[in-house]
């Protein structure tokens, strides 16, 4: 071992590379042009035909006799069960919904190459039967632990060796994080970023885009799906150990989270589906009595670029369009953004970190302005030269029927104060990145907004 | 606010003053001999009467006719009820136990002050029922929340106020920490180190000590309680940006540790402790049937130094004394900690970091030498030379009757090779308090001898 040091360091270059990959606005692989005309012709050439089905004819998917939950004959995917909540806080304290457990931990991964000096991403055009729009633009590998051992039956997922038995040190980001905690049961995906030093090509349904071609596709459309938004939020950035300083250090922002965790009383009990009140279920969907919140639907699957050839399967379909947005204010120059310590059932410790509103308004209006969620006037009132980023985004088509929600970044001024309410508060983007390397931290819909917001600091 | 920065910094000078505290071996505030008369005469004073009883003879408490949980009439402070767990590892895959299950969460927490320019820690002698020895160093406040909710209609738990509404600048360490998994199901407690700017005195059942003083009294038999220790861990010493380098950089040990939560598939499903299979309940306690593992006993106390002056309760009582221990190595001059990812039934999110070896040797004798631990072997047979800390130190009194391991810190040398399972890697100890600013990494056993470690690195 003499003169061989073992102990190894940070790679210091890392953060520079990523933040030239950034800057890089036109590809180096792939110029713009190509991008948009080969995204064109994927979006032509992946046939995908949704046919809306009777929950009672979805082909290997049957409700338990014994509970009423919904749930596929391997017993894998995923299962439509109920939740009751019971808490101590908020304008509802307690009710029953369905929830989709789906208890597997998938892999969300996008695979890095230097191409001409610069880091780029493999992308991917992807059909999901709840897009509005068929295909978007995908990580690498974004395959369940069903998808990729093959449960199934269809053909290998590419490019996933790279994910599961990588070198350990070109593995950037690899962390557990939370997808919707009001339709989602526990759900967590692994996030991962890996770099590649062999030449690997891009397939036909692939190609490698820099950070800021990706930055600029983020501002299209329904166009950036849920998992690539959200991998994104991972890469190595940098982080708190930023000299920037903020309104509150990392100690106290941690305990702040640790406050925000130990003082909230919520119980959360998994029943029988046929147990969840307030919800009906017909041949057609399970739906909420008052019409709010979602409806759970059957659709049969044929699609020419899939593993599997035609499926069928339940998708959660949301009623109206999200609004999810950050206030963003700058203090002595450096950018925060107010952030909300939310409770959400499906999370796996309780409370994470959220956008300053996350709703759909219309699912609020039967509690009167007293239960509007605080803020939510400020993002509909907004001035549009204060809109730094307003974008329709949809949430994972494979799970959530033509799920969409305006993402809105907003610059407030002084009309929003330091202190605000005691469930939320300022934090800088080197932060949020910080916590990113964690599980249980930010939210699926903040991890979008961390995304955009690294276009605008 | 021109002029005036509202943007603040970590305070760069607290782990200085912390290693300050660390060095000073004799007191500034107590010295070390008024130390050792003051607690042996709070040993003298503090008279608690521990009576076992029949389960069914507890005052306040009885078992459920429909599951058979054992539970206080309140529904508050903890019930006792069934767990069964499904893995695909291990050499025994399903069983099921009864486990204690306390969703509250309490705090712990010690309040730090300059005496003489050094920060002391405010230490407790404090009794509890299942401590073999009656009292021992706790921490400033240990309260459930049933306790400083005052559920038990006791008095106030004193210097509570200085955890509820502290300074948020002065809160130095603010998280949820898991207790035994083995035991608890999803148990944590907030662990908290506050320093106090006001002059606050130690009442009679209080000292000041310096961390020094606190690392020379671990070494000490069952003097320190679990309670004093998970909080010491959780210390603001130096952390993993230290500039010494590692086997493996922090990005690599949070990828082995994702890939660990993300590859073993366990479900825990909590059942009725009726149906708890192997476990049988006599009058006296719910038991093994092989007499393995442990025993639920009830208690009656009386105690003329606690909130309430008398009260019964049920305790969990180990059966053996446990092996708690880090085999530990030098490379390039840097101590590493072999640590184990490690799957306990009640921890949130299944795998946390424990010692190299944790168990209780008798309860895997039934499983022949394949079924033994790894590195048990080393752990016993490990020459005196090579015990950098020996000591028999006790679980939380409270809950645990006569709870003890062995707590061992071996230096080991090139027999254990850089690479051993894949279950297991050699951390440092700045690389592991990095970690215990978070929820969900290092188990409770594993805090212990982070403590320890710090008094020999």
Same mark, same amino acid.
């Given at each position: 071992?003499?003169?061989?040091?073992?102990?190894?360091?940070?790679?210091?270059?890392?953060?520079?590379?990523?933040?030239?990959?950034?800057?890089?606005?036109?590809?180096?692989?792939?110029?713009?042009?190509?991008?948009?005309?080969?995204?064109?012709?994927?979006?032509?050439?992946? @046939?995908?035909? &949704?046919?809306?089905?009777?929950?009672?004819?979805? /082909? *290997?998917?049957? $409700?338990?006799?014994? +509970?009423?939950?919904?749930?596929?004959?391997?017993?894998?995917?995923?299962?439509?069960?109920?939740?009751?909540?019971?808490?101590?806080?908020?304008?509802?304290?307690?009710?029953?919904?369905?929830?989709?457990?789906?208890?597997?931990?998938?892999?969300?991964?996008?695979?890095?190459?230097?191409?001409?000096?610069?880091?780029?991403?493999?992308?991917?055009?992807?059909?999901?039967?709840?897009?509005?729009?068929?295909?978007?633009?995908?990580?690498?590998?974004?395959?369940?632990?069903?998808?990729?051992?093959?449960?199934?039956?269809?053909?290998?997922?590419?490019?996933?060796?790279?994910?599961?038995?990588?070198?350990?040190?070109?593995?950037?980001?690899?962390?557990?994080?939370?997808?919707?905690?009001?339709?989602?049961?526990?759900?967590?995906? @692994?996030?991962? &970023?890996?770099?590649?030093?062999?030449?690997?090509? /891009? *397939?036909?349904? $692939?190609?490698?885009? +820099?950070?800021?071609?990706?930055?600029?596709?983020?501002?299209?459309?329904?166009?950036?799906?849920?998992?690539?938004?959200?991998?994104?939020?991972?890469?190595?950035?940098?982080?708190?150990?930023?000299?920037?300083?903020?309104?509150?250090?990392?100690?106290?922002?941690?305990?702040?989270?640790?406050?925000?965790?130990?003082?909230?009383?919520?119980?959360?009990?998994?029943?029988?589906?046929?147990?969840?009140?307030?919800?009906?279920?017909?041949?057609?969907?399970?739906?909420?009595?008052?019409?709010?919140?979602?409806?759970?639907?059957?659709?049969?699957?044929?699609?020419?670029?899939?593993?599997?050839?035609?499926?069928?399967?339940?998708?959660?379909?949301?009623?109206?369009?999200?609004?999810?947005?950050?206030?963003?204010?700058?203090?002595?120059?450096?950018?925060?953004?107010?952030?909300?310590?939310?409770?959400?059932? *499906?999370?796996?410790?309780?409370?994470?970190?959220?956008?300053?509103?996350?709703?759909?308004?219309?699912?609020?209006?039967?509690?009167?302005?007293?239960?509007?969620?605080?803020?939510?006037?400020?993002?509909?009132?907004?001035?549009?030269?204060?809109?730094?980023?307003?974008?329709?985004?949809?949430?994972?088509?494979?799970?959530?029927?033509?799920?969409?929600?305006?993402?809105?970044?907003?610059?407030?001024?002084?009309?929003?104060?330091?202190?605000?309410?005691?469930?939320?508060?300022?934090?800088?983007?080197?932060?949020?990145?910080?916590?990113?390397?964690?599980?249980?931290?930010?939210?699926?819909?903040?991890?979008?907004?961390?995304?955009?917001?690294?276009?605008?600091?």
């Amino acid at each position: 071992m003499s003169g061989v040091t073992l102990l190894r360091h940070l790679d210091a270059g890392l953060p520079a590379r990523v933040a030239e990959s950034q800057q890089a606005v036109d590809g180096v692989a792939t110029s713009n042009a190509e991008f948009h005309e080969w995204f064109t012709e994927r979006q032509a050439q992946q @046939r995908q035909d &949704v046919r809306r089905v009777d929950l009672d004819a979805l /082909a *290997g998917w049957s $409700f338990d006799p014994r +509970t009423g939950d919904l749930r596929h004959h391997t017993g894998k995917f995923f299962s439509v069960e109920g939740v009751r909540v019971h808490s101590d806080f908020g304008p509802v304290t307690a009710w029953s919904q369905p929830m989709i457990n789906q208890p597997e931990i998938g892999i969300l991964g996008i695979a890095l190459r230097e191409i001409g000096g610069v880091l780029h991403c493999l992308m991917q055009a992807k059909s999901e039967p709840g897009n509005v729009n068929g295909v978007q633009l995908s990580p690498t590998v974004q395959a369940t632990r069903s998808n990729y051992t093959r449960v199934h039956r269809g053909a290998a997922v590419p490019y996933l060796e790279h994910f599961r038995e990588p070198d350990p040190r070109r593995v950037f980001a690899d962390v557990l994080q939370s997808e919707q905690g009001a339709w989602f049961y526990r759900k967590r995906n @692994r996030n991962m &970023v890996v770099e590649l030093e062999d030449r690997v090509d /891009a *397939g036909p349904d $692939f190609r490698w885009l +820099t950070l800021g071609q990706l930055q600029a596709l983020l501002r299209v459309d329904n166009l950036v799906n849920m998992d690539a938004r959200t991998v994104l939020s991972c890469m190595p950035f940098g982080t708190a150990d930023d000299a920037r300083g903020a309104l509150h250090t990392q100690p106290e922002i941690l305990s702040w989270i640790t406050r925000q965790q130990a003082e909230h009383e919520i119980t959360i009990e998994r029943i029988p589906l046929d147990d969840v009140e307030d919800w009906s279920r017909t041949p057609r969907a399970i739906s909420h009595r008052a019409g709010r919140y979602f409806s759970v639907i059957g659709v049969d699957v044929s699609s020419n670029s899939r593993e599997v050839a035609a499926w069928s399967q339940p998708l959660l379909a949301p009623h109206g369009i999200g609004v999810v947005a950050f206030l963003v204010r700058r203090f002595d120059g450096v950018l925060h953004a107010l952030v909300q310590a939310r409770v959400e059932p *499906g999370f796996v410790d309780v409370v994470e970190l959220a956008p300053t509103v996350q709703c759909t308004p219309e699912n609020y209006e039967h509690l009167g302005s007293a239960g509007a969620p605080p803020f939510l006037d400020v993002v509909l009132g907004a001035s549009p030269d204060r809109l730094l980023f307003d974008v329709e985004l949809s949430e994972e088509g494979g799970r959530f029927f033509h799920a969409r929600s305006r993402y809105v970044v907003i610059d407030v001024g002084d009309e929003i104060p330091v202190s605000t309410r005691p469930d939320y508060r300022w934090m800088t983007l080197p932060q949020l990145t910080g916590l990113l390397q964690h599980s249980h931290y930010v939210n699926v819909q903040a991890r979008t907004l961390v995304s955009a917001l690294r276009g605008l600091s």
